[in-house]
C-alpha cells in the first residue's frame, strides 16, 4: 500500500501551484474514501469498492484533459520528454491505482504510513544529532530499546510505566506467555 498521507499533500500542491481542478476533487475524494471506511468499521463491500474506484478514475480522467501527456519527442531526439509534477503524480497514480486504494479492501492496509514513519522517527533523530552509532552493538540496542518502548506504548502501556517494569525485574503482561496464549 502507498502512504496516501503523500498524495494529499502532492494534490494540495498541484491545485495551489497549478491550479488544477482534478487535484482538488482526487484529494476530497481520498478524504471521503477514507471516512466510509472508518464509518464501515474498516472494511467497504465489493459493490461499494467498485464504485468508488469507478470516482477515482473518472477523477483520473480529468486529470489527463487538465494535465495532458507531453508531445511525441521529434525523431532522433534522446530520453524521455519532460512532464510537470502534475502529470508524473497522474501517472504514477494511474499506474499504481491498486495500491494507492488497498485500504479500501483491506482492513490491514492503513491509509498512511504515518505509523511506520513516527516509529522510524526517533532513530532519523538520533541519526541526525550523533551522525552514527558508534557500534553496531551500539545500533543493536537502541532498535532494541525503541521497539519495546513503541510495543509498550501500542498495547496501552506508557513507556515511563514500561521501563519501571522493566528495571524492577517485571515483564510487562504483553509480553508473558501465559497471558498471550491465553488471549488468543
Not at 481542478?21 to 469498492?49: C, F, I, Y
Not at 503524480?89 to 495500491?99: G, N, P, S
Not at 490491514?108 to 522517527?121: H, S, Y
Not at 552509532?133 to 525503541?146: L, N, Q
Request: aromatic content about 6%.
Amino acid at each position: 500500500a502507498l502512504c496516501n498521507a503523500h498524495h494529499l499533500r502532492e494534490l494540495i500542491g498541484v491545485w495551489e501551484n497549478d491550479q488544477q481542478a482534478w487535484a482538488k476533487t482526487l484529494h476530497d475524494l481520498l478524504l471521503a474514501m477514507n471516512q466510509a471506511v472508518e464509518d464501515a468499521g474498516g472494511r467497504l463491500s465489493p459493490d461499494a469498492v467498485r464504485r468508488w474506484r469507478e470516482r477515482y478514475r473518472h477523477c483520473l480522467a480529468e486529470g489527463d484533459v487538465e494535465s495532458p501527456p507531453p508531445a511525441k519527442p521529434l525523431p532522433g531526439t534522446r530520453g524521455r520528454t519532460k512532464r510537470t509534477k502534475a502529470r508524473n503524480l497522474l501517472e504514477r497514480l494511474q499506474a499504481r491505482e491498486d495500491d494507492v486504494l488497498r485500504f479500501l479492501e483491506d482492513s490491514a492496509a492503513p491509509f498512511t504510513n504515518n505509523q511506520g514513519e513516527r516509529d522510524l522517527r526517533m532513530t532519523k533523530v538520533q541519526q541526525k544529532i550523533s551522525g552514527c552509532f558508534r557500534s553496531w552493538e551500539g545500533a543493536e540496542i537502541f532498535c532494541r530499546m525503541r521497539s519495546f518502548l513503541s510495543t509498550s506504548v501500542k498495547q496501552g502501556l506508557s513507556a515511563h510505566a514500561a521501563l519501571e517494569q522493566l528495571f524492577a525485574g517485571e515483564m510487562p503482561s504483553f509480553m508473558r506467555r501465559d497471558e498471550r496464549s491465553q488471549a488468543a
